[in-house]
């Protein structure tokens, strides 16, 4: 079975400071990765994915990730976080199908 | 607008009263999923169905059951509820296959249930 680990918990930022999310996935082949967000009291919503080619891959709200094969990492990175950024991040890679394995996600509070 | 609606949004119940949590979605998607999220452990898959009358079990299916009989609606049923059912449940759909534009899970916005 895959797996997707995201080490950190939680992570505090101050607002303007910029952002790192680490996540790391179990996969043999070619791995289908995404990230979503899940802000208080709502649906996860689709940040970014990565198929195939290019491994820095732009998505919505400023955020960027890059694949790293060598380090089986999908990094999720912000330049400047804003304060609206607060929420939870959840990296998930495709087991097969459509089936979505989930890390546990990582918390982030934004500080002014 | 495209999106998936899950009911009722939160509900407080007793441990064994049955329970149903609607799902549907507009967009026409064959793929059907349940999540539930619980702290710590990201968000597990409960049963999927990848189209009209084909289900299947996902990772953690005990103490549910589903059901697909028509392709846009995919109730989850707590035929017993028990305190350990306590958690935040997604629906999602998306089109089947692999590649660009299946696998990408649209979500509902959850269900977070309480039972006593």
């Known amino acids: 079975a895959q797996s997707v680990t995201q080490p950190d918990i939680h992570i505090t930022v101050s607002e303007g400071a910029s952002l790192e999310l680490r996540c790391n996935y179990s996969y043999g082949a070619t791995p289908y990765l995404f990230w979503y967000v899940q802000s208080p009291g709502q649906g996860l919503q689709l940040l970014l994915k990565y198929f195939s080619g290019d491994t820095l891959v732009q998505g919505i709200k400023g955020f960027e990730a890059e694949f790293k094969r060598s380090q089986s990492s999908f990094n999720l990175r912000k330049p400047s976080v804003h304060w609206s950024d607060a929420a939870e991040y959840f990296c998930?890679?495709?087991?097969?199908?459509?089936?979505?394995?989930f890390g546990a996600g990582t918390i982030l509070r934004v500080k002014s | 607008e495209a999106q998936v609606t899950q009911n009722p949004r939160y509900l407080i119940t007793v441990t064994g009263k049955k329970l149903t949590v609607t799902c549907s979605q507009n967009m026409n998607h064959e793929y059907m999923s349940w999540y539930r999220q619980d702290p710590g452990l990201g968000l597990r898959q409960i049963y999927y169905s990848m189209n009209v009358e084909v289900t299947d079990k996902g990772d953690v299916p005990e103490g549910y059951k589903v059901s697909r009989k028509e392709k846009r609606n995919f109730p989850l049923i707590l035929e017993s509820p028990s305190p350990n059912q306590t958690s935040l449940y997604f629906c999602?759909?998306?089109?089947?296959?692999?590649?660009?534009?299946?696998?990408?899970?649209?979500f509902g916005a959850g269900s977070r249930l309480t039972v006593l």
């Open positions: 998930a890679v495709v087991e097969y199908g459509n089936k979505l394995v």
């Open positions: 999602a759909s998306s089109f089947a296959g692999q590649g660009t534009g299946a696998n990408v899970l649209t």
